[in-house]
Nanobody, 124 residues
Framework: QVQLLESGGGLVQPGGSLRLSCEAS????????MGWFRQGPGKEREFVAA????????NYAESVKGRFTISRDNTKNTVYLQMNNLKPEDTAVYSC?????????????????WGQGMQVTVSS
């Protein structure tokens, strides 16, 4: 069974940065894409970023392009989300997801495995 262990969330001021991490276990990490999603207060879950199985391709939501960077280290079975220039509207519960595909898909239907989620709050 795939397990996803997330870390790095917390409280940050507007304009600040955070790096989220997600360590996967239970299957061959390097064969599958990984993604990050978020759910803000009173909102539906939305796609944030995804990375292909080998890291060669990435996909971002328009709202985070140029500010967030997804990366992976297949030697550590870990995917990262570097978040810079954070805004109050980035406040949400962020979840890591493991895909059934090799490609950086944005639809949650490609992600059968999910982490528990962690709070990111951007506030002064």
């Amino acid at each position: 069974q795939v397990q996803l262990l997330e870390s790095g969330g917390g409280l940050v001021q507007p304009g600040g940065s955070l790096r989220l991490s997600c360590e996967a276990s239970g299957r061959t990490f390097s064969r599958y894409a990984m993604g990050w999603f978020r759910q803000g207060p009173g909102k539906e879950r939305e796609f944030v970023a995804a990375i292909s199985w080998n890291g060669a391709a990435t996909n971002y939501a328009e709202s985070v392009k140029g500010r967030f960077t997804i990366s992976r280290d297949n030697t550590k079975n870990t995917v990262y989300l570097q978040m810079n220039n954070l805004k109050p509207e980035d406040t949400a519960v962020y979840s890591c997801a493991a895909s059934s595909s090799r490609w950086a898909e944005s639809s949650s239907s490609f992600y059968p495995y999910w982490g528990q989620g962690m709070q990111v709050t951007v506030s002064s």
